[in-house]
């Protein structure tokens, strides 16, 4: 361990008190983030996993600070946002960017793209006109668009050419890390592979710092450096890109990775098919969260909730594994 | 193979826009046998969703319509029926699950009501045999406690309990062919691997020809005997999974599977397709995929490939399979 780490949360906690009627009496408690810990590296990648339901997208508000925790904390570059003032915060919110999923949605339709592009610099700083056009040509250049693209309309580019816009703004500011969710989902499949060859080129020249979430498990394998997996709210799994993709340890893992279907039709693989529906994270079960659908329960899986341990070189929380022994 | 349950012929949808006549569907044959199962691949505009709802004669009127072709269904021509026989044949003899199962459902109905009015109207069901079979068809496509489930509406079903309400409803007749368009997109990926098990059951059990639709190779590859991938309203190449897989023959099909991330490679970068997907309104002469092809030849530009046989029971549309 050498320099520390871009981004830390710790114990991070989110919890959404459900209301019923017109008084507002709190009737539940949606625990979407339940006590995840994780670190980003600088120019690195942490892929998020998980099916609907499971904080994937609140632990990215989390981090861009739309949300605030209920408890846990978010440390950026070793300093905890709690303790950032106004000044501060701001920086922060320049320093962390987002892609979405979809281009159609996240563009503004009656903005050119060189204002649209342009938009963060002129809200933060304000520059001169020469500047910000030069600025704003060096952007669409980064993201392979041509220059006459700042005098066009959103509507007059196709889904992967406005999503190489949405990288430009997001890049617009000199982030460090970047939130990238579902970034291909809503591009055709043979434009995905320009999008991710995209996005990892600008992280090698500018060594910026991804959150990548996506459902597709190959794609979030082939961008990140570490996978986290999260279950209704926990992350249940979490190690080097490779060892949770090809070795999972965690059976939920094992289940999902299975359920990615590999290209080679011969492939005959072990199948895991789990029975039964992701529970509401309003009522997630007792011990561990994953029980209800587990091929390997057992008893004390329903009485006590494994804490993340290290077990061949990654952490799982699973009671299978001697290392979640307390 | 016996005779096909299905088979197209140079099936012709075009659609009329402001910006020209668009061939949605442009000379597209395929057949597929009882238990058989067409993958359909190809991005969006290719036409796999037009050439769906062409067999079933949905096309968005006025402004698509069927210009040519036959659609045979065990024989008979569906492209010559009258739109009453068509209401008959739609969800008996032919059935299609759609990517949204709230598309297919009506929120203000009941479960039970909906999935009782097929067994009303085409096989005459009432009282008693009617709720029976309306509660073996929930339990037929895994919904625990289906009697319960009947009185349920569908915002109170999770995604992957409405795709199964619509897969009961679609297997009532039982139908002949089953066209399934994306029916997984919206699911969950546990959720997706329990649903592909259920339609494979219900294919096997009631010999289904089935056609799938998808952009997924990954499902392709198991759930499919065959495959047709679309480019620009034509099939561009068409054969059995594993040999297509292995040895795809035409350059959008290769560049395709070498363009999808693998779990079980890495690699630093992925062999994009470069450009952008047609602009169906201004198809250039020739090849369509000539722009981003990386083999392209002079002649792509000026000649439009015909369909070449390479092999017994493939197909590619592709100049570079043309005899010296």
Known sequence: ?326 | MSAPVIAVEDLRTHIVTRWGTIKAVDGVSFAVGEGETLGLVGESGSGKSMTCLSVLRLVPRPAARIVGGRVRLDGEDLLQKSAREMQRIRGKRVAMILQDPMSSLNPVFSVGMQVREPLISYHGLAGRALRDRAVELLGSVGISSPAARLRAFPHQLSGGMRQRVVGAMAISGPPRLLIADEPTTSLDLTIQAQYLRLLKDLQTRHRLAMIFVTHNLGIVAKMCDRVAVMYAGRIVEAGPVEALFRTPRHPYTRALLESVPRLSESTDWLTAIEGQPPDLAALPPGCAFAPRCPRVMERCRAEEPPEFTPAAGRSSRCWLEAPA
């Open chain 1, 1 to 326: 361990m050498s320099a520390p780490p871009l981004l830390e949360a710790t114990a991070l906690t989110k919890h959404f008190p459900l209301r019923r009627g017109i008084l507002g009496r709190q009737a539940g408690l949606v625990r979407a983030v339940d006590s995840i810990s994780f670190t980003i590296d600088a120019g690195r990648t942490l892929g998020l996993v998980g099916e609907s339901g499971c904080g994937k997208t609140t632990t990215s508000r989390l981090i861009l600070h739309v949300a605030t925790p209920t408890s846990g904390s978010i440390r950026f570059e070793g300093a905890p946002l709690v303790e950032l003032d106004r000044d501060g915060l701001r920086r922060y919110r320049r320093s962390v960017q987002a892609v979405f999923q979809d281009p159609y949605a996240s563009l503004d339709p009656r903005m050119r793209v060189g204002a649209i592009v342009g938009e963060p610099l002129v809200i933060n700083e304000r520059p001169e006109t020469a500047v910000l056009r030069k600025r704003v040509l060096e952007l669409l250049e980064l993201v392979g668009l041509p220059a006459r693209a700042a005098e066009l309309f959103p509507h007059e580019f196709s889904g992967g050419q406005r999503q190489r816009i949405a990288i430009a703004r997001a890049l617009a500011l000199s982030p460090k890390l970047v939130v990238l969710d579902e970034p291909v989902s809503a591009l055709d499949v043979s434009i995905r592979a320009q999008i991710l060859n995209l996005l990892r080129g600008l992280q090698r020249r500018l060594g910026v710092s991804f959150l990548f979430i996506a459902h597709d498990l190959a794609a979030v394998a082939h961008m990140s450096d570490t996978i986290a997996v999260m279950y209704l709210g926990k992350i249940v799994e979490l190690g080097a890109a490779a060892d949770v993709a090809l070795r999972p340890k965690h059976p939920y893992t094992q289940a999902l990775f299975s359920a990615a279907l590999p290209l080679d039709p011969g492939a005959r693989r072990e199948e895991i098919i789990l029975s039964g529906e992701i529970p509401s994270p309003l009522d997630p079960p007792p011990g561990c969260r994953f029980h209800t659908r587990c091929p390997l329960v057992m008893e004390r899986c329903r009485r006590d909730e494994p804490p993340l341990a290290p077990e061949a070189g990654r952490l799982v929380a699973c009671h299978l594994y001697p290392g979640s022994a307390t």
